[in-house]
């Protein structure tokens, strides 16, 4: 057999798996849904390129095989035919820059009504703090951190008071609003994902790091670490609830503020001081 | 002024005569080569076996020792890979596999494969045999310093296997080495085994710049009388830029794992912040992890064109030999080697884009990234160009660079993916990159290195390889590792994370366990295939046909030697005297379809040969 036949169906092949793939995007549960459009539009373009690239080696192999007594072109150079090529790539290369840079203009640019969310990373797993009725979220410091107060607020700042804390890898979001992550961790490099809603950033110790998403499909979505961070990086997971309006303040009203946590070890103190009284 | 033009005569006549065989009369003036500005070199003629073969001063055979010493390292690398794919296509197949295992053979793999294996092979390997014999000199011109690069090497190679027998093995943080948590517990091998990967890069980059000086003043300084740069074979041309790129990369590779050493070592803080792990905040504070992510890249992405840009160059070579037809666009390409080397090193944020840095980066990287693919882009229409009304042996050699072709475009296109930040953002750290990098970085590369063993072989051994085991050996390798790394871009798609040691059970993930199967038996076909070459050189080296002086019809130098394989010095007592480029194939007019890089002008006077 010509091995130009086997190059041939490998590319047929490659055409063929890309158009009945059972391997494809999850759905988009996010305002994101122009990163699927860029990919394809990349898909177009670059596969296009990519077939014809092929093609056209193929076609060469089987038009130009070794013949005995013939001879090949000489014609080291052909200055047209490369300006064309080059100026053609270029366009090629800016119609797809473009819209990617568009996007990422969206990206990094937060809308001013996001909620924020701090979320917090360690070895391994993940907490979420929401802003209280100020919608502030207090500062944070690493060395703060200890079992009455597991996300390291500084005790002078007021902003911190009435955050909502949510001691659980799952993270309860509202439909259609859109959210600022914060991300910090307090050992090594962490990144916060979740497939559906396509959107990414790693987390890093010492600083804070941002991304924005608005997820648009109500549901239940896992969270993966996607930035190796040790040998319990597979298992890091955590989950992400999308609700409606009503279901989501249901859920806010349950949860403990930090100004609750300390009143609750407080009481705890008391308690034990009269427990001790008692004995005694 | 007309004295010296008549010196000049008289050393062309004598060049002249020596080249055509002692033809009488006077040459005319159109052979006329400029003399040589520098004296021969003396070179030292070992004669015992140590300083013959082990600590030997002949870069040939350093090359044939670094060629062997980094495919012992890769078969290292490809076994873990087995016991990867095994793990991932058969989870608990392999009863001992931890994810302490996994992480400790994964960042191996990758290390061995990218640093031991393919740098050294290229440059090294391919380097060091080709560099003195295509430029026409003859040798490196430091010898002893090149012997002490190999020896550098290889003590390298010793300290960096040592890691896997010491407490706690090897280190596990990836062949990336992000910090903090490459030296916390919590990583394996975060204690003695991230401390010998470092020394071993630290002397492996010191190796490698007393080789990599060889290359440069070498093709600077030491070409044959003729050979002007933009007459050089582009394997010669992509050689050069690349070590050029590996003197300004590695140091950033060499800083870094120094600091990352003193971190670990004198407790400093370069890139440690405060941290706070099992309950306790550690000793550190104020340093920036993200820091070393822009050493190591800046490292990193040209080591990517250093592997690419030899890569390159050997291609444009065998498929302009094997086409009988010249290298289409030669400027083009040494420019789009240049300028890709020269841009390689202002792209290196776009591996991380969400790493944290400021995200304004995005915009800059991604704009210099796509730049990237112009020049790149060329280079790929000129391959196709060229075999374009070429006359195409249809043997292993051509068939390797086909399969370069297909991979490399594939691999490049989804670069593109990669590069363009916001398309970035939903594919990084999954698998889509790991299928990215091993089509364009791993596989075509690999193609371009077999194409070339089964090219040079005959120079080197001076025997052919069996085509018909060659040829098996190909389509194996090629539909086997497509087969992998083609629908693994899916598994990127559906979300699937890099560096899982289990395989993710979302309901939306199941669909991948089937196809993980797949790939890892794929992988583990391709993997036995490459032991076909390894029986092929054996046999041939035993029963093998007999190549003789140039077999497959080059114009280039390395096949001009007096004996075949060249010896020590490789010229004889001249040096050869170089007239015209190296691809004059298919010359209209020319008796046979190549005319050789020191065939003077006057005896292809009637030919319609361009000036070069």
């Given at each position: 057999?010509?091995p130009?036949?086997?190059?041939?169906?490998?590319?047929l092949?490659?055409?063929?798996?890309?158009?009945?793939?059972?391997?494809?995007?999850?759905?988009v549960?996010?305002?994101?849904?122009?990163?699927?459009?860029?990919?394809?539009?990349?898909?177009?373009?670059?596969?296009?390129?990519f077939?014809?690239?092929?093609?056209?080696?193929?076609?060469?192999?089987?038009?130009?095989?070794?013949?005995e007594?013939?001879?090949a072109?000489?014609?080291?150079?052909?200055?047209?035919?490369?300006?064309?090529?080059?100026?053609?790539?270029?366009?090629?290369?800016?119609?797809?820059?473009?819209?990617?840079?568009?996007i990422?203009?969206?990206y990094?640019?937060?809308?001013?009504?996001?909620?924020?969310?701090?979320?917090?990373?360690?070895?391994?797993?993940?907490?979420?703090?929401?802003?209280?009725?100020?919608?502030?979220?207090?500062t944070t410091?690493?060395?703060?951190?200890?079992?009455?107060?597991?996300?390291?607020?500084?005790?002078?700042?007021?902003?911190?008071?009435?955050?909502?804390?949510?001691?659980s890898?799952?993270?309860?979001?509202?439909?259609?609003?859109?959210?600022?992550?914060?991300?910090?961790?307090?050992?090594?490099?962490h990144?916060?994902?979740?497939?559906?809603?396509?959107?990414?950033?790693?987390a890093?110790?010492?600083?804070?790091?941002?991304?924005?998403?608005?997820?648009?499909?109500?549901?239940?979505?896992?969270?993966?670490?996607?930035?190796?961070?040790?040998?319990?990086?597979?298992?890091?997971?955590?989950g992400?609830i999308?609700q409606?309006?009503?279901?989501?303040?249901?859920?806010l009203e349950?949860?403990?503020?930090y100004?609750?946590?300390?009143?609750?070890?407080?009481?705890?103190?008391?308690?034990?001081?009269?427990?001790?009284?008692?004995?005694? | 002024?007309?004295?010296?033009?008549?010196?000049?005569?008289?050393?062309?006549?004598?060049?002249?005569?020596?080249?055509?065989?002692?033809?009488?009369?006077?040459?005319?003036?159109?052979?006329?080569?400029?003399?040589?500005?520098?004296?021969?070199?003396?070179?030292?003629h070992?004669?015992?076996f140590?300083?013959?073969?082990v600590?030997?001063?002949?870069?040939?055979?350093?090359g044939?020792?670094?060629?062997?010493?980094?495919?012992?390292?890769?078969?290292?690398?490809?076994?873990?890979?087995?016991l990867?794919?095994?793990?991932?296509?058969?989870?608990?197949?392999?009863?001992?596999?931890?994810?302490?295992?996994?992480?400790q053979?994964?960042?191996?793999?990758?290390m061995?494969?990218?640093?031991?294996?393919?740098?050294?092979?290229?440059?090294?390997?391919?380097?060091?045999?080709?560099?003195?014999?295509?430029?026409?000199?003859?040798?490196?011109?430091?010898?002893?310093?090149?012997?002490?690069?190999?020896?550098?090497?290889?003590?390298?190679?010793?300290?960096?296997?040592?890691?896997f027998?010491?407490?706690?093995?090897?280190?596990?943080?990836?062949?990336?080495?992000?910090?903090?948590?490459?030296?916390?517990?919590?990583t394996?091998?975060?204690?003695?085994?991230?401390?010998?990967?470092?020394?071993?890069?630290?002397?492996?980059?010191?190796?490698?710049?007393?080789?990599?000086?060889?290359?440069?003043?070498?093709?600077?300084?030491?070409?044959?009388?003729?050979?002007t740069?933009?007459?050089?074979?582009?394997?010669?041309?992509?050689?050069?830029?690349?070590?050029?790129?590996?003197?300004?990369?590695?140091?950033?590779?060499?800083?870094?794992?120094?600091?990352?050493?003193?971190?670990?070592?004198?407790?400093?803080?370069?890139?440690?912040?405060?941290?706070?792990?099992?309950?306790?905040?550690?000793?550190?504070?104020?340093?920036?992890?993200?820091?070393?992510?822009?050493?190591?890249?800046?490292?990193?992405?040209?080591?990517?064109?250093?592997?690419?840009?030899p890569?390159?160059?050997?291609?444009?070579d065998?498929?302009?030999?094997?086409?009988?037809?010249?290298?289409?666009?030669?400027?083009?390409?040494?420019?789009?080697?240049?300028?890709?080397?020269?841009?390689?090193?202002?792209?290196?944020?776009?591996h991380?884009?969400?790493?944290?840095?400021?995200?304004?980066?995005?915009f800059?990287?991604?704009?210099?990234?796509?730049?990237?693919?112009?020049?790149?882009a060329?280079?790929?229409?000129?391959?196709?160009?060229?075999?374009?009304?070429?006359?195409?042996?249809?043997?292993?050699?051509?068939?390797?660079?086909?399969?370069?072709?297909?991979?490399?475009?594939?691999?490049?296109?989804?670069?593109?993916?990669?590069?363009?930040?916001?398309?970035?953002?939903?594919?990084?750290?999954?698998?889509?990159?790991?299928?990215?990098?091993?089509?364009?970085?791993?596989?075509a590369p690999?193609?371009?290195?077999?194409?070339?063993?089964?090219?040079?072989?005959?120079?080197?051994?001076?025997?052919?390889?069996?085509?018909?085991?060659?040829k098996?050996?190909?389509?194996?390798?090629f539909?086997?590792?497509?087969?992998?790394y083609?629908p693994?871009?899916?598994?990127g798609?559906i979300g699937?994370?890099?560096?899982?040691?289990?395989?993710?059970?979302?309901?939306?993930m199941?669909?991948?366990?089937?196809?993980?199967?797949?790939?890892s038996?794929?992988?583990?076909?391709?993997?036995?295939?490459?032991?076909?070459?390894?029986?092929?050189?054996?046999?041939?080296?035993?029963?093998?046909?007999?190549?003789?002086?140039?077999?497959?019809?080059?114009?280039?130098l390395?096949?001009?030697?007096?004996?075949?394989?060249p010896?020590?010095?490789?010229?004889g007592?001249?040096?050869?005297?170089?007239?015209?480029?190296?691809?004059?194939?298919?010359?209209?007019?020319?008796?046979?379809?190549?005319i050789?890089?020191?065939?003077?002008?006057?005896?292809?006077?009637?030919?319609?040969?361009?000036?070069?």
């Amino acid at each position: 057999m010509h091995p130009g036949i086997i190059f041939f169906l490998v590319i047929l092949g490659s055409i063929l798996f890309h158009i009945f793939t059972p391997w494809y995007w999850t759905d988009v549960a996010s305002n994101w849904g122009g990163m699927d459009d860029t990919i394809t539009l990349t898909f177009w373009i670059g596969g296009g390129v990519f077939i014809a690239v092929c093609l056209f080696m193929v076609y060469c192999v089987f038009k130009f095989s070794y013949k005995e007594g013939r001879r090949a072109e000489y014609k080291p150079e052909d200055k047209k035919l490369e300006k064309i090529l080059t100026w053609a790539t270029t366009i090629g290369v800016v119609a797809l820059l473009a819209p990617g840079l568009v996007i990422w203009n969206n990206y990094v640019n937060v809308p001013k009504n996001a909620i924020e969310v701090d979320v917090m990373a360690w070895q391994w797993g993940w907490q979420y703090r929401l802003p209280g009725k100020d919608g502030k979220l207090g500062t944070t410091q690493v060395v703060n951190i200890n079992d009455n107060n597991p996300f390291g607020i500084n005790t002078d700042d007021p902003y911190g008071k009435d955050d909502v804390m949510i001691q659980s890898d799952v993270l309860n979001l509202e439909n259609n609003k859109p959210v600022k992550i914060l991300l910090r961790s307090v050992d090594v490099l962490h990144n916060w994902y979740v497939p559906q809603f396509r959107a990414k950033m790693d987390a890093v110790p010492g600083i804070v790091t941002y991304y924005w998403f608005e997820p648009n499909k109500v549901g239940e979505y896992e969270v993966l670490c996607v930035e190796y961070c040790g040998v319990g990086h597979y298992a890091m997971r955590g989950g992400v609830i999308v609700q409606s309006d009503q279901d989501y303040k249901n859920w806010l009203e349950q949860q403990e503020t930090y100004s609750d946590l300390i009143a609750k070890q407080q009481n705890k103190e008391i308690n034990k001081k009269k427990l001790a009284k008692k004995i005694n | 002024m007309s004295e010296e033009y008549n010196d000049n005569k008289t050393v062309h006549a004598q060049s002249s005569e020596t080249i055509s065989g002692g033809r009488s009369g006077v040459a005319p003036d159109i052979d006329y080569v400029r003399p040589a500005e520098i004296p021969e070199q003396d070179l030292y003629h070992g004669h015992s076996f140590i300083t013959k073969w082990v600590f030997c001063q002949d870069a040939k055979v350093i090359g044939v020792q670094y060629f062997l010493l980094a495919t012992f390292t890769g078969i290292i690398g490809l076994i873990l890979s087995w016991l990867m794919r095994l793990q991932l296509g058969f989870p608990g197949a392999a009863g001992f596999m931890t994810a302490e295992h996994y992480y400790q053979f994964v960042t191996m793999h990758g290390m061995i494969m990218v640093v031991y294996f393919l740098t050294a092979l290229f440059l090294g390997g391919f380097g060091n045999y080709l560099i003195p014999l295509m430029v026409g000199a003859r040798d490196m011109v430091f010898p002893y310093l090149n012997m002490v690069s190999f020896w550098m090497f290889f003590i390298a190679v010793l300290v960096l296997l040592s890691s896997f027998f010491v407490p706690g093995g090897p280190t596990g943080a990836g062949w990336t080495l992000y910090p903090p948590q490459t030296i916390l517990e919590g990583t394996p091998g975060s204690g003695a085994g991230i401390l010998l990967m470092c020394l071993s890069l630290i002397l492996f980059v010191a190796g490698f710049t007393m080789g990599g000086l060889n290359y440069l003043i070498t093709v600077l300084q030491a070409r044959t009388r003729g050979m002007t740069l933009m007459r050089m074979p582009l394997t010669v041309w992509g050689i050069f830029t690349a070590t050029v790129l590996a003197m300004l990369a590695f140091p950033a590779l060499l800083v870094g794992a120094l600091m990352m050493s003193l971190d670990k070592v004198l407790g400093t803080s370069f890139f440690m912040p405060t941290i706070l792990k099992a309950g306790e905040v550690l000793e550190y504070g104020g340093g920036s992890p993200i820091l070393f992510q822009h050493l190591f890249w800046f490292f990193g992405h040209p080591e990517v064109y250093i592997v690419a840009l030899p890569a390159f160059g050997i291609i444009s070579d065998l498929i302009s030999v094997h086409s009988r037809k010249n290298i289409f666009g030669y400027r083009m390409m040494v420019w789009a080697i240049v300028g890709i080397g020269g841009l390689s090193f202002f792209v290196w944020a776009h591996h991380m884009y969400v790493s944290g840095m400021n995200p304004w980066f995005g915009f800059f990287f991604a704009t210099t990234t796509l730049i990237i693919a112009v020049p790149t882009a060329m280079k790929v229409y000129n391959w196709i160009l060229t075999l374009w009304r070429g006359n195409i042996r249809m043997n292993t050699v051509m068939l390797w660079c086909l399969g370069f072709i297909v991979t490399f475009v594939n691999g490049g296109i989804t670069g593109i993916f990669l590069g363009n930040v916001s398309v970035d953002v939903p594919l990084s750290d999954t698998y889509f990159v790991i299928a990215h990098f091993h089509m364009v970085m791993g596989i075509a590369p690999l193609m371009v290195i077999m194409g070339a063993v089964y090219h040079w072989f005959p120079l080197v051994a001076g025997k052919f390889l069996d085509e018909k085991l060659g040829k098996w050996h190909f389509w194996l390798t090629f539909l086997g590792a497509y087969s992998i790394y083609f629908p693994m871009h899916y598994l990127g798609f559906i979300g699937v994370p890099r560096r899982y040691f289990e395989m993710y059970d979302s309901p939306y993930m199941t669909s991948a366990v089937g196809m993980n199967e797949f790939i890892s038996l794929a992988a583990f076909l391709v993997g036995a295939a490459q032991f076909i070459l390894i029986y092929n050189i054996i046999r041939t080296l035993k029963v093998g046909k007999p190549a003789g002086h140039n077999p497959w019809q080059a114009c280039s130098l390395e096949w001009l030697t007096p004996k075949v394989p060249p010896e020590h010095g490789n010229w004889g007592d001249r040096l050869p005297v170089v007239h015209r480029w190296a691809y004059d194939y298919s010359v209209p007019g020319a008796k046979e379809d190549f005319i050789t890089q020191t065939t003077a002008p006057s005896e292809v006077a009637n030919t319609g040969v361009e000036k070069t």
